[in-house]
């Protein structure tokens, strides 16, 4: 009987365990930046957004480029306008509703004494139509930087690595090559 009871204190002591150190990474505080469980959300939510933007070209390319902070860059594109300008032109026959195709997973947030930073894979797949098969357009990943603006958590800079064979994330740990 002891030893029954022990082993339920010592279940519930793990399980209590467990999730103070879930709570614990959900507001973690690394070299001078803190973010909040909400942080997390506000910022996965940006992340979903972005392909929506994108693939759509809503409100004339200005719900792409309202993503990002006033001074905010993809790539080499700077700038509310010209970020806007980017969003209308890209696959502009393949843009609207129906034309959804841009998928991000994976998402991985880390906190910076300047807000975040981030990554994710990326992929985009061309969907079937006119007896045309489905394909992968492109992959790859996005390395970002948020910033949290009056407006909410924003893209600072957002830098698309496209997929290759054999370039690891920059977060990855591989083991030592055997050659």
Do not use: C
């Amino acid at each position: 009987m002891i030893a029954k009871v022990s082993m339920a204190v010592l279940m519930t002591v793990l399980v209590i365990g467990a999730a103070g150190s879930s709570l614990a990474r959900a507001q973690q505080k690394v070299a001078g930046g803190t973010l909040t469980a909400g942080d997390y959300v506000e910022i996965q939510q940006l992340v979903a957004r972005y392909s929506y933007a994108v693939d759509t070209h809503a409100d004339n390319g200005y719900a792409y480029a309202d993503l990002f902070a006033p001074d905010g860059v993809f790539g080499t594109t700077k700038g509310r306008e010209a970020l806007a300008e980017l969003a209308r032109t890209t696959q502009k026959d393949r843009g609207g509703p129906s034309y959804t195709r841009h998928y991000l997973t994976n998402v991985i947030v880390y906190p910076t004494p300047e807000g975040a930073r981030g990554s994710q894979y990326l992929m985009a797949i061309d969907v079937s139509e006119g007896g045309k098969p489905s394909s992968v357009v492109h992959g790859g990943r996005y390395d970002d930087l948020y910033v949290k603006t009056p407006a909410g958590w924003r893209f600072r800079s957002r830098q698309l690595h496209p997929a290759t064979i054999g370039v690891p994330p920059p977060t990855a740990k591989l083991p030592p090559s055997s050659r």
